[in-house]
């Protein structure tokens, strides 16, 4: 009863009312709130607390922004979600309509900075598609390893631009988009909007994640393992998370011998062997099911999809373990 109470109470402010029914329409950072509100950050903020103390709304951190959304868990989240069916009043209504007008400026802005951001590398990342073969082959060849696996809850490691996510989506219960870089999460955030499915937008290190064991069915990581000093390590947080039967697609080069990547790109690792995935994912407790090679370019894609082995929840790959030979 106490808790219900707290939620109404919270719910009992037409400025938090309004908060609720943009969060129902996307995440949102206390800045843009304050934007389509018109009003201070400060005010903001202490609705913002008040919604999150009775569990209405959730804050999440990437780099020195705090995004928000409608908790996905607990009684108000429930009442939140139903938000849409309230019985508004007519005045009510126009406020809400004119908030949704304002909501549409702050989208416009988010696809613009994403443009700056890819106009700024566009010249640095198409001289490395350039030199293998289309990303639209490789993204075919994916959807064809994975077809079929039912990914459930999906895990793409190193979203980017959130790619990999928005194809998946479709074919996944749920999606999970994690990188370190609040920048490109800001421009996968954009690009995911309006999906068909719920996706999470998690900051986050690849040799960390922030989840728990066994706790999701499919994961992929694309063109992002070269960047890991230790990709075994990686390769064993990632079956740390995946339930028994679940599936890892990675995407990566074959190896080469392309220092200017190295220097210039920031790859810490030219390129992976069969051999060399095949060990790390046995020593994480995955079987090794197909490797595909996809030509095209001096720089071959190679895939390798791995399973999890039933009954097994934990990787037995410890970060205290003697690491596999590169």
Do not use: C
Not at 45 to 64: C, D, F, N
Not at 147 to 158: A, E, V
Not at 290 to 315: F, I, M, P, Y
């Amino acid at each position: 009863m106490a808790e219900l109470l707290d939620i109404f109470r919270a719910l009992a402010d037409p400025t938090r009312l309004r908060v609720v029914a943009l969060l129902r329409e996307m995440e949102l950072a206390i800045g843009e709130l304050a934007v389509v509100l018109d009003q201070s950050q400060p005010r903001v903020s202490r609705h913002v607390r008040i919604l999150a103390e009775a569990g209405i709304v959730e804050r999440r951190r990437e780099g020195s922004w705090v995004f928000l959304r409608i908790a996905t868990e607990g009684p108000a989240s429930g009442i939140a979600v139903n938000a849409g069916e309230w019985p508004f009043s007519e005045g009510e209504a126009l406020v809400i309509a004119n908030d949704a007008r304002r909501l549409a400026a702050v989208r416009a802005e988010r696809a613009a900075a994403a443009e700056r951001y890819f106009a700024e590398h566009a010249v640095e990342w198409d001289a490395i598609r350039s030199r293998h073969v289309a990303e639209s082959e490789v993204e075919a060849a994916m959807l064809a390893m994975m077809r079929g696996r039912g990914l459930g809850h999906l895990l793409d490691i190193g979203t980017g631009t959130g790619r990999m996510a928005e194809i998946f989506a479709p074919a996944a219960h749920r999606v999970t988009a994690l990188d370190r870089s609040p920048e490109m999460l800001r421009i996968a955030r954009t690009k995911l909007a309006g999906q068909g499915v719920p996706i999470d937008l998690v900051q986050g290190d690849f040799l960390n994640l922030p989840l728990a064991d066994a706790s999701i069915d499919s994961i992929v990581i694309h063109q992002a393992l070269h960047f890991a000093h230790e990709p075994d390590r990686v390769i064993a947080e990632a079956a740390r998370v995946l339930r028994g039967g679940g599936h890892l697609l990675i995407a990566d080069f074959a190896p080469h011998a392309d220092e200017d990547l190295r220097t210039r790109a920031a790859h810490a690792r030219l390129g992976f062997s069969d051999a060399q995935i095949r060990n790390w994912f046995d020593a994480a407790g995955l079987a090794l099911e197909s490797a595909q090679a996809l030509e095209g370019g001096d720089l071959a894609v190679k895939l390798w999809l791995g399973r999890r082995r039933d009954g097994q929840s934990r990787s037995p790959l410890s970060r205290n373990d003697k690491r596999l030979a590169a």
